[in-house]
Structures are given as C-alpha cells and as structure tokens.
C-alpha cells in the first residue's frame, strides 16, 4: 500500500516564506537525499482559501512512497533537508503521514 507524507506550511502572523529558496534549493536538497525512494511527488502553492478568502497555507508538499519500507528508507535520511527549512521560512510546518486511499 502506498504511503504519502505531506508537509503543510502554515500562514500566520508574521510568518514568511521564500519561495525563490524553496524552489531553487530545497526541493533539490529534498531530492539529492531521498529521490531513490519517492515514487510521485506534488507541491503545491497557495494562491487563496476560497473567493476573496487569503490562503491558510503557504505551501504543501506531498511525497508519495511505494510502501512503508521506502518511505522509512527516506526517513532516515532526511535530515539534511530537516535542517533546510529554517533557510526559508519561520513558520512550524506540521506533518501529515497518510495511506494513499485514492
């Protein structure tokens, strides 16, 4: 059974978020460290939380893993890409492990 592991980048108060750094050097980083393991991967930039509404989230990224052994294969060895996120944003990601159901 497929895994995902997504990490959700929430907007708060005075929170920022570099997206140029994300893109140019973290998402690279995320792979030169896991990429063997992941089998799909999705990120995705809030624009808005509805019509006129502002997003609630500055960014998910969701890696998708072909089981559990790939995605604990990835874990240990994230950690340098762990260590990034400081590099470009202030906000406490949180983290949601789920089966792919569809």
Partial sequence: M???????????DGTTFD???YFATHLPLVGENIGEHVES??????IA???GVPAGFHLIATL?????????AAMSKIG??????PNFTNTK????IGEVAA
């Fill in 41 to 46: 991967s999705l990120v995705t930039k809030g």
């Fill in 93 to 96: 990601p949180a983290i949601l």
């Fill in 19 to 21: 997206y140029d750094y």
């Fill in 49 to 51: 939380g509805g019509p």
């Fill in 2 to 12: 497929s895994l995902s592991l997504q990490v959700i980048y929430p907007v708060a």
């Fill in 80 to 85: 340098p890409a762990v260590g990034d996120i």
């Fill in 64 to 72: 998708v893993f072909a089981d559990q052994a790939a995605m604990d």
